[in-house]
């Protein structure tokens, strides 16, 4: 599975993004795709995933601001970030994780000026 991103740039505070991951590759139904993020000198975290299903999960720190959404005939997840933050500056990484293995896209990287 190959993973492309995109959407990244620079916001200013209050501002909104939109990240895309597409899948591409040899795709099972089965799968979960989602976002993390790593700001410099800090570990890589959770932002959000979603199943093929529709089922998300969020991290607790970004109070309702991001929605993960994705379409399944495209094979391609969303990231919907709203209300930014500053402390939402870091390198955005798209994952997949099927019945094989965890798949990882190349960082988008995304600035938020206050």
């Known amino acids: 599975v190959q993973l492309q991103a995109s959407g990244g740039g620079l916001a200013q505070a209050g501002g909104s993004l939109r990240l895309s991951c597409a899948a591409s590759g040899l795709i099972y139904n089965n799968n979960v795709m989602g976002w993390y993020r790593q700001a410099p000198g800090k570990q890589r975290d959770l932002v959000a995933t979603i199943s093929s299903g529709g089922s998300t999960k969020y991290a607790d720190s970004l109070e309702g601001r991001f929605t993960i959404s994705r379409d399944n005939a495209k094979n391609t997840a969303y990231l919907q970030m709203n209300s930014l933050k500053p402390e939402d500056t870091a390198d955005y990484y798209c994952?997949?994780?099927?019945?094989?293995?965890?798949?990882w896209g190349q960082g988008t990287q995304v600035t938020v000026s206050s």
């Open positions: 994952n997949f994780i099927d019945r094989t293995r965890t798949y």
